[in-house]
């Protein structure tokens, strides 16, 4: 099994909301990645989760915080966001965080902002 | 740092012919290289990857693609091309001690009768 859930699916919210998205995988992984993508763009690097420690924080908006409550779960907290914050928001996992490594992506929580 | 180049945004293929879709890199160390597909509306889906043990790499659905030092490609093929193919498909090479994907822009290949 090489599945990794997210909810929810699509999220609306307006600029003074808090939400939070999830991710979740079985596969026994050690690394755990957020993604942002905007419409007609690759996917870009947000944060990078290691044996449960933030190992990567690609200089990333404070009103987004990232959480890993155990080795299967990641969330993303969502506080204070802008209209531009409105993207498709991939979770993806890997056996580790080598470079080797296959990231699995769930499929995705597309977020907007209002 | 490293890069990845897709040539070509968009590419048209009829169906039944050759799927070629172009991936160059840029890496100052031996790089592992990705292939991943987007069909609209989902995650991303590994196709292929290369990491050093053969050059020239199966994948899923068909693909294949062949690493090439000298010309610093990974392109990405398909003997005959589905319907079924039409998606965006992605080139990305792994960065970093951390396994920071860094994707080219991607190729949106369009597939008719």
């Known amino acids: 099994d090489t599945e990794v859930t997210q909810t929810p699916k699509h999220l609306v919210m307006g600029m003074t909301n808090k939400k939070s998205l999830k991710c979740e995988q079985h596969m026994g992984h050690r690394a755990m990645y957020w993604y942002k993508q905007k419409a007609k763009k690759p996917p870009e690097l947000m944060f990078v989760y290691s044996y449960e420690k933030l190992s990567i924080n690609e200089s990333v908006p404070s009103r987004f915080s990232p959480e890993c409550p155990n080795s299967s779960l990641l969330n993303l907290h969502l506080h204070a966001l802008q209209p531009e914050d409105s993207a498709l928001y991939l979770c993806?996992?890997?056996?580790?965080?080598?470079?080797?490594?296959?990231?699995?992506f769930g499929p995705g929580t597309r977020l907007l902002v209002l | 740092a490293q890069s990845v180049t897709q040539l070509g945004s968009h590419v048209s293929v009829s169906e039944g012919a050759l799927v070629l879709l172009r991936c160059n890199y840029s890496s100052s160390v031996p790089p592992y290289l990705f292939w991943y597909v987007q069909y609209p509306n989902q995650g991303l889906q590994l196709l292929l990857k290369?990491?050093?043990?053969?050059?020239l790499v199966k994948g899923i659905n068909g693909f294949e693609a062949e690493f090439k030092k000298s010309e610093t490609s990974f392109h990405l093929t398909k003997p005959s091309a589905h319907m079924s193919d039409a998606a965006e498909y992605f080139c990305a090479v792994s960065e970093g001690g951390y396994n920071k994907l860094i994707f080219g822009a991607g190729t949106r290949l369009a597939v008719h009768p």
């Open positions: 290369y990491t050093s043990a053969a050059t």
């Open positions: 993806a996992s890997s056996q580790d965080s080598r470079r080797q490594e296959t990231q699995y």
